[in-house]
């Protein structure tokens, strides 16, 4: 008998903390989401602003990580990284994503589809300059997905960049590095149900602008 096989296969969890009816649900999804994001910040979750963005090559190749959320609006959802990456190399040549959000402490989930852009210059050097000096000297630091021969090549760099800015708190911004704005065209949120009968309420985006809810079958 195969341990390891048997293991997983009867690793199940019920779900049946709550429900969700699209006669429930607020008419706008933006609200909608800052309704269950409230929640699961009041919960405790460890960092309920991780998400994983899923991208693709122009060729529909895809990948996966995950990022934080660092902000959200009507407009949509807003996250920051080095824009040489390799998701950013694929948002060039793709511009459309997926995020997701896994809350398992509330049996929750979100999956937001839309199209991607780069959000101002503006907005990228407050964010870039709010952040802790550690983590603004990092965006230096590393060239993020290129292949290096060892951790050495990260610490030696950082080293040097702490000497050049040791009497600065507030670095420049790196010109490769910056946000992007998820733009949904989709927002689909899921609840947990016993027996794997899961309510999921999807909002899709109409060419009049306003937004459509609908139930999926789980």
């Given at each position: ?23 429930d649900v607020n008419s706008d999804p933006f609200r909608q989401f800052e309704l ?14 991780a998400l994983t963005l899923s991208t693709a090559t122009s060729l529909g190749k ?127 949120f899921w609840q947990g149900r016993p027996s794997r009968l899961h309510d999921r ?18």
């Amino acid at each position: 008998m195969n341990l390891e096989k048997t293991t997983l296969e009867n690793l199940r969890q019920e779900y049946s903390a709550r429900s969700l009816s699209e006669k429930d649900v607020n008419s706008d999804p933006f609200r909608q989401f800052e309704l269950w994001f409230n929640e699961a910040m009041q919960s405790g979750i460890l960092e309920p602003n991780a998400l994983t963005l899923s991208t693709a090559t122009s060729l529909g190749k895809p990948s996966a990580r995950v990022v934080l959320l660092k902000g959200f609006s009507d407009e949509g959802f807003t996250f920051f990284t080095n824009y040489n990456s390799r998701k950013g190399h694929e948002l060039r040549q793709n511009p459309f994503a997926c995020i997701s959000f896994f809350w398992l402490e509330l049996q929750r989930q979100i999956i937001i589809e839309g199209v991607i852009e780069k959000v101002s210059l503006d907005e990228s050097t407050r964010y870039y300059q709010t952040r802790p000096k550690g983590s603004q000297l990092g965006a230096w630091v590393s060239e993020q997905s290129t292949v290096i021969a060892d951790r050495e090549v990260l610490e030696n760099k950082l080293a040097e960049l702490e000497n050049q800015y040791a009497n600065q708190e507030v670095l420049p911004k790196p010109e490769y590095w910056g946000g992007y704005l998820l733009k949904p065209s989709s927002i689909e949120f899921w609840q947990g149900r016993p027996s794997r009968l899961h309510d999921r309420i999807q909002y899709i985006l109409e060419a009049d602008g306003n937004w459509k809810i609908q139930r999926l079958a789980p």
